[in-house]
């Protein structure tokens, strides 16, 4: 790759495809875009990480190169990284939010197994929270907003896990599930390469969505402690569409089908942060 080739390998999945809201009308005009730009810094790199093409010395090189272009030590390679770079210039927000993103990238492309919840939880705090702090920074939020919005980010994440289990597992030989709640059900890894969960492996759907609901609850303060009017409205909807997410994974089967939200939770959500308002 030369010097001035681009790092990134965009899949072609865009904001629309994620659970929940990013940069939507509810975030004031004026940091829209610097939202969409942190969007798209983390959108560019996942790709590299969930790449099925690139080795993973590739991805880590890739990731390092787009680091480089963040923090201004190279000025070509990475669009998403240049954009990003001029948005934390004109915002003031730490680069150290991205930074973090791009060590679970990194994690990603090179583990494939996680041997325990901790384990899971401290992937979380670089592959999700980050993301949620990133965001309060950018709208001056105070630091106690954290605590309740590094749990939803992590709850979130954890349920994304559950619902892509099978196809992390089929495309990347990838598992979030930790292995020490697979072997106390009886389960395996392999499990996940059926049609339908087994015994085992609702067992551990189960205790990873009460953990997920145990975050859930803490992340329910967030919203009120959120200064801003429009953000606070964001974060209650986030916070509905992360229980709701929840509440289906607890019925459904993720290897027999994708389980999702509806428009019907969103706008269920939507309704119910209203409460939000004054």
Not at 158 to 187: F, I, M, S, T
Not at 234 to 249: D, H, K, N, W
Request: glycine share 6%.
């Amino acid at each position: 790759m030369s010097a001035a080739a681009s790092v990134e390998t965009w899949s072609g999945k865009d904001r629309g495809d994620e659970n929940f809201p990013v940069g939507s009308a509810l975030i004031a005009p004026r940091l829209r875009r610097h939202v969409h730009a942190f969007y798209a810094f983390a959108r560019n790199a996942d790709d590299i990480a969930d790449s099925a093409a690139l080795a993973p010395e590739d991805k880590v090189a890739r990731l390092d190169a787009m680091e480089a272009v963040l923090l201004g030590h190279r000025d070509d390679g990475s669009t998403s990284a240049a954009r990003l770079r001029e948005s934390l210039r004109e915002t003031g927000v730490t680069a150290q939010h991205s930074r973090d993103l791009l060590v679970a990238f990194r994690q990603d492309a090179t583990k494939r197994r996680y041997a325990s919840w901790d384990e899971l939880l401290d992937y979380c705090r670089y592959s999700a929270m980050p993301v949620g702090r990133h965001v309060l920074d950018l709208h001056g939020e105070r630091r106690d907003t954290w605590a309740p919005s590094d749990a939803l980010c992590a709850a979130l994440q954890v349920e994304n896990h559950l619902q892509d289990c099978a196809k992390d597992l089929a495309a990347l030989d990838r598992c979030y599930l930790p292995l020490d709640l697979l072997a106390a059900h009886g389960g395996d890894v392999g499990d996940l390469r059926g049609t339908a969960a087994t015994l085992a492996l609702r067992a551990v759907f189960a205790a990873l969505l009460e953990r997920c609901d145990a975050l859930n609850a803490a992340a329910a303060a967030l919203p009120a402690r959120t200064r801003d009017r429009r953000l606070r409205l964001e974060t209650a909807v986030i916070v509905g569409l992360s229980r709701r997410l929840a509440r289906r994974l607890h019925r459904g089967d993720p290897l027999a089908a994708r389980v999702r939200l509806t428009k019907a939770d969103a706008l269920a959500s939507v309704v119910a942060s209203l409460r939000f308002l004054p």
